[in-house]
C-alpha cells in the first residue's frame, strides 16, 4: 500500500486486501462472511478521508500488522482502535461540514 501511495497509484485493492489477510489471519467465523460488507465500507471511508489520512492509515495499518506478527493481541488491538478512532473524527469533521454548507 505504501509503494502504491508514494508512486501516486491507486491504494484501495491493497487496502481491502490487508482487511481481508486480517480477517483470515483472526479466524473468526463472523467476519469472514462480512468481508464484502467491509470492503464497501472501507471504498466510502477512504473517499471521504483519504487526503487527511492518508498517512496515518498507513502507518496504523504497519501496527496493526505488527502486532499479529508479533502474536501482540494488546497492541494490534490498541492500533485498530486508533485506525477507527481516526477516522471516526475525520467522518465526524466531514459530516459537520456538509451540514453546515445546507
Not at 491493497?14 to 464484502?36: G, I, Q, T
Not at 467491509?38 to 477512504?46: C, L, N, T
Not at 492518508?54 to 488491538?77: C, F, K, S, Y
Given at each position: 500500500?505504501?509503494?502504491?501511495?508514494?508512486?501516486?497509484?491507486?491504494?484501495?485493492?491493497?487496502?481491502?486486501r490487508?482487511?481481508?489477510?486480517?480477517?483470515?489471519?483472526?479466524?473468526?467465523?463472523?467476519?469472514?462472511?462480512?468481508?464484502?460488507?467491509?470492503?464497501?465500507a472501507v471504498?466510502?471511508?477512504?473517499?471521504?478521508?483519504?487526503?487527511e489520512?492518508?498517512?496515518?492509515?498507513?502507518?496504523t495499518h504497519?501496527e496493526?500488522?505488527?502486532g499479529?506478527?508479533?502474536?501482540d493481541p494488546?497492541?494490534?488491538?490498541?492500533?485498530?482502535?486508533?485506525?477507527?478512532?481516526?477516522?471516526?473524527?475525520?467522518i465526524?469533521?466531514?459530516?459537520?461540514?456538509?451540514?453546515k454548507?445546507?
Amino acid at each position: 500500500m505504501r509503494r502504491r501511495i508514494q508512486a501516486g497509484e491507486d491504494y484501495l485493492i491493497e487496502d481491502m486486501r490487508f482487511h481481508w489477510y486480517l480477517a483470515k489471519c483472526s479466524h473468526n467465523m463472523v467476519v469472514e462472511p462480512l468481508m464484502p460488507i467491509i470492503d464497501a465500507a472501507v471504498v466510502s471511508i477512504a473517499n471521504i478521508t483519504r487526503k487527511e489520512l492518508l498517512t496515518a492509515t498507513v502507518d496504523t495499518h504497519q501496527e496493526i500488522l505488527n502486532g499479529v506478527l508479533d502474536q501482540d493481541p494488546q497492541a494490534a488491538r490498541a492500533a485498530v482502535a486508533l485506525h477507527l478512532e481516526m477516522n471516526r473524527i475525520v467522518i465526524k469533521r466531514a459530516k459537520e461540514r456538509s451540514e453546515k454548507t445546507k
